[in-house]
Nanobody, 117 residues
């Protein structure tokens, strides 16, 4: 059974930085996507940053130039470095794993990021 465990959320002032981590346990295969989604109060969950195990990445426009997704395939871990944080980045951030070619989806429980002075 695959499990995702996120860490690194917290309270930060505007302009500050945080680094989120998500570690996957279990068999996740060599072809997968590991992504970060977020859900702000009263809003739909949105894809923030995506990474494919082959190396490609993608970002929602609102975080381009500020957030960086990276992964350590040997550790089955994905990271989200968040810089120049804004109050509108406040949300619960969820790690998502999709095993490609007929595999399943998995979600972490989420970690809260609050950007406030």
């Amino acid at each position: 059974q695959v499990q995702l465990v996120e860490s690194g959320g917290g309270l930060v002032q505007p302009g500050g930085s945080l680094r989120l981590s998500c570690a996957a346990s279990g068999r996740i295969g060599s072809l997968n996507t590991m992504d970060w989604y977020r859900q702000a109060p009263g809003k739909q969950r949105e894809l923030v940053a995506a990474s494919i195990s082959t190396g490609s990445t993608n970002y929602v426009d609102s975080v381009k130039g500020r957030f960086t997704i990276s992964r350590d395939n040997a550790k089955n871990t994905v990271y989200l470095q968040m810089n120049s944080l804004k109050p509108e980045d406040t949300a619960v951030y969820y790690c998502h794993l999709k095993i490609l070619f007929g595999g399943q989806d998995y979600w972490g429980k989420g970690t809260l990021v609050t950007v406030s002075s």
